[in-house]
């Protein structure tokens, strides 16, 4: 017998912990390479398959996605009356998902162990359950919808029964959620009709700025004010710019009219390329610097630039700066040693640490050099690049981590993608393989990744 699989399970969900915590450090990294993070993931993979679907759950968090996975890899999902053994498998993984403790564990199992393209009959009860009918909590509302952007990241084909269900439903976030999908899918002959998304005002097809923020303008049959919720308002928005009848300028506005500054809210401007995002930005930096400036970076704009400079002479700020001009420009600044004294600073015989920080000058040497570059790229800058299908297949090809999704939004809004079966949270090998589909993305960009 081969030795590997002769090891006891155990040695092998020792080995499958510490390979998750490489990968959660590469993942949280933002940007890493794809060829480093794959080769974790394939090995994490493997050691799952051997772990077996009799191996009894772990402890929560990290321990169920490893359990989880385990069993879908085990056991995968099939179409229910086959006779498959994999119902028990689905039976327990109902139960996961109607735990609200432990969705996330579960739905980043569902992403790395089912078959892609999984047809919409073999979801789990409890998760179909829960895109259909919601629950009145705003929490169970955004796990709605998340479960919807699942399905989509899965490539679930769901059948137009399901989604006219969906559009009708009283929940703002199924509804939402469904949008979201159809966005996702390029299905734009499938959203409804334009008079069930937005008012029709003097026989306009797609909305105004007025009837997207006005939250009088547009009821359910409930006589429920739609634009009230801001899950919906922003799934409205999303349609309206992935299909080019709102630009973005109508959407800043409409944003600003609703206040909304969620992170949702600025991802869809940054993603639309709103050039006038990096002044909201400023004012969102306390909150979370870390997520809120590749955004800045994501509008592939003069003034995102700009903004990331300014940024990056702030110290605290260093950091996360580094890493939204490593996504603008595609280079990672050099790292500077910095000396400081350990403890409060008012102890000169304490023991010198060495810290690191981003070199600003490096920023500034690159900005002199291709500034002119913002003025000429129709569709902005990423990557060091003009933003083209192939650019952006590089990326999404070349590197893995939590900075994938934000790209992926990029695609749909500014280039108008199909991202069904995509998501910055499956493993690379995966993305690659719908990448390299002709038929999977817009015309062109499976050939543009032959040409890299």
Not at 24 to 44: K, M, N, T, V
Not at 240 to 257: D, I, K, N, Q, S
Not at 390 to 419: C, N
């Amino acid at each position: 017998m081969d030795r590997l699989t002769a090891t006891p399970p155990a040695e092998h969900v020792a080995a499958a912990y510490v390979l998750l915590e490489r990968w959660q450090r590469l993942y949280a990294q933002g940007l890493s390479a794809a060829p480093i993070l794959a080769q974790c993931e394939r090995a994490l993979l493997h050691h799952l398959r051997l772990i077996g679907p009799q191996t009894s759950a772990m402890e929560p968090g990290s321990g169920a996605f490893l359990h989880w996975g385990a069993q879908l890899l085990a056991q995968p999902p099939v179409i229910p009356g086959t006779g498959s053994p994999a119902a028990a498998s689905l039976a327990a993984f109902n139960a996961l998902i109607g735990d609200a403790e432990t969705r996330d564990a579960a739905l980043r199992a569902w992403l790395w162990c089912t078959p892609a393209g999984t047809p919409a009959a073999t979801l789990p009860v409890a998760m179909l359950s829960l895109m259909l009918e919601g629950e009145g909590e705003a929490p169970a509302d955004s796990w709605t919808e998340r479960l919807w952007r699942s399905c989509s990241a899965c490539g679930v084909v769901m059948p137009t029964e399901i989604l006219a269900q969906a559009w009708r439903h009283e929940s703002p976030a199924v509804r939402a959620g469904a949008l979201r999908y159809l966005v996702d899918a390029g299905q734009r002959e499938s959203l409804p009709a334009p008079s069930h998304v937005w008012p029709l005002q003097q026989g306009a097809d797609w909305p105004t700025v007025a009837s997207l923020t006005d939250s009088t303008a547009s009821t359910s049959g409930s006589g429920v004010a739609l634009t009230q919720n801001p899950q919906l308002r922003r799934a409205r928005l999303r349609v309206g710019v992935a299909h080019g009848a709102l630009t973005r300028e109508g959407l800043a506005r409409a944003l600003e009219a609703a206040s909304d500054h969620s992170y949702e809210a600025l991802l869809l401007r940054a993603a639309a390329g709103d050039s006038t995002l990096p002044e909201q930005l400023a004012l969102c930096l306390e909150r979370n610097a870390e997520w809120v400036l590749p955004l800045a970076a994501l509008t592939g704009t003069t003034a995102g630039a700009e903004f990331l400079l300014e940024v990056l002479a702030e110290p605290r700020y260093r950091s996360a700066a580094g890493t939204a001009w490593q996504l603008l420009t595609g280079r990672p600044l050099a790292l500077q040693p910095q000396l400081r004294v350990a403890g409060s600073g008012r102890r000169p015989d304490a023991v010198l640490r060495i810290g690191y920080r981003p070199d600003v000058a490096q920023a500034q040497r690159w900005w002199r050099d291709h500034c002119g570059l913002f003025d000429e790229a129709e569709q902005g800058v990423l990557l060091g690049e003009p933003l083209t299908d192939r650019t952006l297949a590089r990326a999404l090809t070349g590197y893995g981590g939590w900075l994938i999704e934000p790209l992926l939004e990029v695609a749909v809004l500014r280039l108008g993608w199909r991202r069904l079966g995509l998501s910055g949270e499956q493993t690379c090998e995966r993305r690659q393989a719908v990448l390299a589909c002709p038929h999977k993305r817009t015309e062109g960009v499976a050939e543009s990744l032959g040409k890299r």
